[in-house]
């Protein structure tokens, strides 16, 4: 009789309830995605449709469709700050990567002297831009500068590096290079602080060297970092504004204007709204693009 009724139970079909929503979530993120939509989608989609249009700070005259995208492709101003743009992006994001990687092995040690040098290397990242490019712009003045003085005390000639379009840039990147640094150096450092310890132990019982140690163990454990640090540093140093806009002006002949400043002088003093929209877009688009890239050969390495 039991065995009839559990047969016949079974066979009940049964009704399906529907899970109740759980509001408590979407309440949670629903502030930042307001935000989100706000300040970020919202403005993007409108730079976008102005890319499209012809006008002023005033207003908008008319839709040009792809004459502005157009227009650019002629500017050969255009084209120079593209080039400028990218190889300051060439000088300081695998010397960034590099040398982050660098500090963070150094000062992976649980002593009072790598917790001060580690607090010393982070503090220039606090600094605001225009402190940073004060300071700089004494080190390369050539009368009376740091360098400058290095320079007459070993008999040399001073150089003026923010006069000379082959040096501008460089001493820009050294700039950037030297406010920047600590960033990831902590990303790396909180990487190699998850490392087991057994996997060096083991290492050094099997014998192998320092050099066997970092390829083997290190540089593997924190492929990741590297990968999130490339990807953060080629968004952050596309769009580089400040540190020529105060220290050279995008000269000497343009040799340090990049693709923001010429943005912000379009759009602001020249008051071309839609072309310095669709100079943006092009920005947009090379910040995806790099970045995209480097994700996709860097996942591409770890499936291999």
């Given at each position: 009789?039991?065995?009839?009724?559990?047969?016949?139970t079974?066979s009940?079909?049964?009704?399906?309830?529907?899970?109740?929503?759980?509001?408590?979530g979407?309440?949670?993120?629903?502030?930042?995605?307001?935000?989100?939509?706000?300040?970020?989608?919202?403005?993007?989609?409108i730079?976008?449709?102005?890319?499209?249009t012809?006008?002023?700070?005033?207003?908008?005259?008319?839709?040009?469709?792809?004459?502005?995208?157009a227009?650019?492709?002629?500017?050969?101003?255009?084209?120079?700050?593209?080039?400028?743009?990218?190889?300051?992006?060439?000088?300081?994001?695998?010397?960034?990567?590099?040398?982050?990687?660098?500090?963070?092995l150094?000062?992976?040690?649980?002593?009072?002297?790598?917790?001060?040098?580690?607090?010393?290397?982070?503090?220039?990242?606090?600094?605001?831009v225009?402190?940073?490019?004060?300071?700089?712009?004494?080190?390369?003045?050539?009368d009376?500068?740091?360098?400058?003085?290095?320079?007459?005390?070993l008999?040399?000639?001073?150089?003026?590096?923010?006069?000379?379009?082959?040096?501008?840039?460089?001493?820009?990147?050294?700039?950037?290079?030297?406010?920047c640094?600590?960033?990831p150096?902590?990303?790396?450092?909180?990487?190699?602080?998850?490392?087991?310890r057994?996997?060096?132990?083991?290492?050094?019982l099997?014998?192998?060297?320092?050099?066997?140690?970092?390829?083997?163990?290190?540089?593997?454990?924190?492929?990741?970092?590297?990968?999130?640090?490339?990807?953060?540093e080629?968004?952050?140093?596309?769009q580089?504004f400040g540190?020529p806009?105060?220290?050279?002006?995008?000269?000497p002949?343009?040799?340090?204007?990049?693709?923001?400043?010429?943005i912000?002088?379009?759009?602001?003093?020249?008051?071309?709204l839609?072309?310095?929209?669709?100079a943006?877009?092009?920005?947009?688009?090379?910040?995806?693009?790099?970045?995209m890239?480097?994700y996709?050969?860097?996942?591409r390495?770890?499936?291999?």
């Open positions: 009789m039991t065995d009839t009724l559990s047969v016949e079974a009940i079909p049964k009704v399906k309830r529907r899970k109740a929503v759980d509001w408590d979407y309440l949670f993120i629903a502030p930042y995605l307001a935000l989100f939509l706000l300040m970020i989608v919202t403005p993007l989609l730079g976008v449709w102005l890319s499209f012809k006008g002023d700070l005033f207003g908008v005259e008319r839709f040009v469709g792809f004459e502005n995208f227009r650019l492709a002629g500017d050969p101003i255009f084209r120079e700050v593209v080039w400028n743009t990218l190889y300051f992006v060439v000088l300081t994001v695998p010397t960034l990567t590099i040398l982050g990687l660098a500090l963070a150094a000062l992976n040690f649980q002593t009072r002297w790598a917790a001060v040098l580690r607090t010393i290397f982070f503090s220039s990242t606090v600094l605001s225009t402190v940073v490019t004060l300071v700089w712009r004494l080190v390369f003045l050539p009376g500068g740091l360098l400058g003085e290095i320079s007459e005390a008999g040399q000639t001073p150089v003026a590096w923010l006069n000379d379009p082959q040096l501008a840039m460089p001493a820009i990147a050294i700039t950037t290079i030297w406010w640094l600590g960033l150096m902590v990303l790396y450092l909180a990487a190699l602080q998850q490392v087991p057994e996997l060096y132990e083991a290492a050094a099997d014998g192998a060297g320092r050099w066997r140690t970092l390829w083997s163990i290190t540089l593997p454990a924190v492929r990741r970092t590297t990968m999130i640090v490339i990807v953060i080629i968004i952050l140093q596309f580089l540190q806009q105060l220290m050279t002006l995008g000269g002949n343009n040799a340090t204007r990049p693709i923001v400043l010429f912000y002088e379009t759009g602001w003093r020249q008051w071309e839609g072309y310095a929209a669709a943006a877009q092009v920005l947009f688009a090379m910040i995806m693009v790099a970045a890239a480097q996709f050969v860097s996942s390495k770890e499936e291999a």
